[in-house]
């Protein structure tokens, strides 16, 4: 078992580094670019993972936070559609 350990967890490694690589963003990565550090994992079996965990990957709390996604709205509830609605008949000709 323990000899299996010695494969499984260095491989476990290596694959959990490479998806956080492939998954972060290029401008949080810290220290190398992206493509740098996918060949350090794959070229130095344990080291190079446990580089990425502790100097490459970005910080969870250090860097600036991405815009907010704007929700769309819809018409009866966005105000400055709502305020520029008038009720008028059909045969109303509009102001001018």
């Known amino acids: 078992m323990l000899k299996a350990l010695v494969v499984i967890v260095p ?7 490479l998806v956080q690589v492939a998954q972060s963003r290029s401008d949080l990565v810290r220290t190398l670019p992206r493509w ?6 794959l070229l130095v079996p344990v080291l190079g993972p ?17 815009p907010p996604r704007r ?3 819809a018409p009866d509830d966005d105000p400055d559609f709502l305020r520029g609605i008038r009720f ?5 000709k509009p102001d001018e």
């Open 71 to 73: 929700r769309t709205v």
């Open 36 to 41: 740098a550090w996918a060949l350090v994992i």
């Open 11 to 17: 491989v476990v490694m290596a694959i959990f580094s």
């Open 88 to 92: 008028k008949k059909p045969n109303d």
């Open 50 to 66: 446990v580089a990425w965990l502790s100097i490459g990957r970005p910080r969870q709390s250090g860097g600036p936070a991405p």
